[in-house]
């Protein structure tokens, strides 16, 4: 008998299918392996329940690498607001990945709790991102969190020690994250060798580690940046020279709008972007001395 469901994780070849009735431990079809199709987590899929096998993966919205998973509806950007401080530039990259991904963004502001200084937040609800401050550690704004995420697959992404492990750990039941000072992590060593599992969370899933890091920039393409900063998307097209960087060139649409629709400091991000990855692909930059 046939019956579509969704891979909620996949070990050693054996994927766990969670159909409307029940899991299923299913193999995969020859098929896949020939086309060199693999399938993943996140998936919807077809199974064949007599012979315990996939036989059909459906058409993907979106693959993410790292944790391999498919058909992610969005990535919750977390940052700290403080230990360690916010860091917008930090933060425009994370976005960035996101969008070339074709994944949509939340950001999510952690350690609330710890929150005093100015307002760094404004920017980016102005340019339309949803964002949510919160605190693992008092429950400020996890209600607000988990409305975000219902109904949803979900991944948490963010550089290391802002809460996401601690966030996966108290929204998502069944989470096991360790948590606590990044060189304590590294000693045990443990989430290097985890496979990523999606659990159930609300109406919806939560991948049980976090996504891409901050060096995955390295991999997109200098023109295909400024079409990842959402707040640059309708200005697009609309410059006189059509490869325009938004850089030095003349009558251009998108700093036409910095200090409007665009941040200064959200455009600032931008060039530290294009000029660092363009530096790359043009092999300008010199090779590392050789050590003697
Ligand atoms: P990850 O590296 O992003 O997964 O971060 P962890 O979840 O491991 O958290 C790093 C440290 O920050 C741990 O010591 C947590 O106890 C602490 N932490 C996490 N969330 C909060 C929070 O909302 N407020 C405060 N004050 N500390 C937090
Ligand atoms: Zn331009």
Do not use: W
Not at 53 to 72: D, E
């Amino acid at each position: 008998m046939n019956k579509a469901g969704l891979i909620t994780k996949g070990v050693g070849g054996e994927y766990t299918v969670v159909c409307e009735d029940a899991e299923y431990i299913c193999t995969a079809l020859g098929v896949f392996r020939n086309r060199q199709i693999t399938p993943f987590v996140g998936d919807h899929v077809i199974i064949d329940t007599k012979k315990k096998a996939i036989t059909t993966i459906k058409p993907r919205m979106n693959i993410l690498r790292r944790p391999p998973v498919a058909n992610i509806d969005q990535v919750i950007v977390t940052m700290a607001a403080a230990e360690p401080a916010f860091h917008g530039g930090l933060l425009d990259r994370f976005l960035v990945i996101a969008a070339y991904e074709n994944v949509d963004a939340v950001i999510c502001i952690n350690k609330f709790d710890l929150h005093t200084g100015p307002d760094f937040c404004t920017p980016y609800e102005q340019a339309g991102y949803p964002l949510v401050k919160v605190s693992a550690t008092t429950g400020l704004g996890l209600d607000q969190l988990m409305t975000i995420m219902d109904g949803k697959l979900n991944v948490f992404a963010g550089p290391s020690g802002v809460g996401k492990s601690s966030l996966i750990n108290i929204l998502v039941p069944g989470a096991t994250m360790e948590t606590g000072d990044i060189s304590a992590k590294l000693r045990r060593g443990k989430h290097t060798t985890r496979h990523a599992e999606i659990l159930k969370l609300g109406t919806g899933y939560c991948v049980d580690t976090p996504g891409f890091s901050s060096l995955d920039i390295e991999g997109i393409p200098t023109p295909d940046i400024a079409g990842c900063f959402l707040e640059f998307t309708p200005f697009l097209g609309q410059c006189k020279f059509t490869n325009c960087l938004h850089d030095g060139e003349i009558n251009c649409a998108i700093k036409e709008q910095v200090g409007k629709a665009i941040h200064p400091k959200r455009y600032e991000s931008y060039l530290g972007l294009i000029h660092k990855d363009s530096s790359q692909k043009q092999g300008t930059r010199k090779p590392p001395p050789r050590s003697k």
